[in-house]
Structures are given as structure tokens and as C-alpha cells.
T-cell receptor, first 112, second 116 residues
Framework: GDSVTQMEGPVTLSEEAFLTINCTYT??????LFWYVQYPGEGLQLLLK?????DKGSNKGFEATYRKETTSFHLEKGSVQVSDSAVYFC???????????FGTGTRLQVFP | GAGVSQSPSNKVTEKGKDVELRCDPI?????LYWYRQSLGQGLEFLIY????????KSGLPSDRFSAERTGGSVSTLTIQRTQQEDSAVYLC??????????????FGDGTRLSIL
């Protein structure tokens, strides 16, 4: 079945460091890909999405590119801030299916 | 309201009791989803509603779990004869159309369920 694998956390960085959180997927069709973020004490929020190969999703300085050849959707940010500390979830939705399939989440901790 | 509203925010109950969790989606959203977030299992899909019907119930873990949606709006997730392994955060999401490939799902803050 479809699945999402993302890197184990926690990821600990200093402010202004470069961030990469790896995400790879397995899907039978042509999924849409998402990154969701959960800030402390808050609900899940959509961070960015990409619906087809080579699309780049971006928001709040975060970017991820849909790579069909490597079945990946890695999240990157050039300069993280303390306020980016949160749990990040990679997810997919296969066309014709409505549910989201999530990775296990990666906790990011950014220190000043 | 502006977002997806879930109630109660916290629920503590004894093993064997029944519980009802409520979700109020964003006004006008036809699609509604229930997920469960637990330490051992991560985020799992439970059930999807399009209007009042549930075309995908594949994630419900046992026949103790049921859900309904009325008036194309509010949904209730019911867990009968609760077990300790049911302890989790139950999340509800809605989107403006079915097919999350096109429209993002907006999540509520969840109901934290603890079974003693």
C-alpha cells in the first residue's frame, strides 16, 4: 500500500542554520504531496503542497520539490528561526483517494 | 466559526464506557475526515465523509468505532466499550470538495482521549 517515510527526529539546529527534512514515498498512482506543521499546543496546518512531478511548493521560506524519479519531497529552509520549532509531517494523497497518508513526523528544535 | 471546531478538547473516561466526539467543519465544506494521532501509530486515517455518506471507512480499527454525519455538517465519532489502546488525539479535518489532491484539508485542534 501507499506509504510515507520521513527522517527520525529530533532535528536540532541553531538559528539561521539550513534545514533539510527528508521525505520519500511509495504510491501506486500519481499522488499529491504535502507538508503539514504542528506548532506546540496548536493543530495541524498545511505548510505547502505539490500536485505533480517537478512542482515546487513554497510557503514561509520553506520549499519542497516533487521528485518523481527519486520518489522524494524533501523540505528545506535556508535560514531557520526559533519560531520554526514544531513537528513537521510529510503526507500524500493518491488521486481518487481522499485520505491523507502521513509520515511519522519530525520534531525540529531551533535554539537561539 | 472560521475553523474546524472539535469538542470536547479533553476527555477522560473509564475503560468500558462509551464516548462521543464531535466535529463541526468549516461552513460549506462537503468533505469531512477523522484521523487518530497516537504515540505508537502516528497519524492514521479513520473515515471520510462526502456529504452525509461515508465512501471510505477503511481506517476504523474495529466495530466498536462508528461515525455519522448529519445535515452535511456536524459529525460524531462514537467509540463503544472503550479500551486503553483507544487513548489518542482524535483529529477532524474538512475540505471544500472531496479529493484532497485538489483541496487542502483543514484540521481542528483535536480531542485528547484518555482511557483509565
Amino acid at each position: 500500500g501507499d506509504s510515507v517515510t520521513q527522517m527520525e527526529g529530533p532535528v536540532t539546529l541553531s538559528e539561521e542554520a539550513f534545514l533539510t527534512i527528508n521525505c520519500t514515498y511509495t504510491a501506486t498512482g500519481y499522488p499529491s504531496l504535502f507538508w503539514y506543521v504542528q506548532y506546540p499546543g496548536e493543530g495541524l496546518q498545511l505548510l505547502l503542497k505539490a500536485t505533480k512531478a517537478d512542482d515546487k511548493g513554497s510557503n514561509k521560506g520553506f520549499e519542497a520539490t516533487y521528485r518523481k524519479e527519486t520518489t522524494s519531497f524533501h523540505l528545506e529552509k535556508g535560514s531557520v528561526q526559533v519560531s520554526d520549532s514544531a513537528v513537521y509531517f510529510c503526507a500524500l494523497s493518491d488521486r481518487g483517494a481522499d485520505k491523507l497518508i502521513f509520515g511519522t513526523g519530525t520534531r525540529l528544535q531551533v535554539f537561539p | 466559526g472560521a475553523g474546524v471546531s472539535q469538542s470536547p478538547s479533553n476527555k477522560v473516561t473509564e475503560k468500558g464506557k462509551d464516548v462521543e466526539l464531535r466535529c463541526d467543519p468549516i461552513s460549506g465544506h462537503t468533505a469531512l475526515y477523522w484521523y487518530r494521532q497516537s504515540l505508537g501509530q502516528g497519524l492514521e486515517f479513520l473515515i471520510y465523509f462526502q456529504g452525509n455518506s461515508a465512501p471510505d471507512k477503511s481506517g476504523l480499527p474495529s466495530d466498536r468505532f462508528s461515525a455519522e454525519r448529519t445535515g452535511g455538517s456536524v459529525s460524531t465519532l462514537t467509540i463503544q466499550r472503550t479500551q486503553q489502546e483507544d487513548s489518542a488525539v482524535y483529529l477532524c479535518a474538512s475540505s471544500s470538495t472531496g479529493g484532497s489532491s485538489n483541496q487542502p484539508q483543514h484540521f481542528g485542534d483535536g480531542t485528547r482521549l484518555s482511557i483509565l
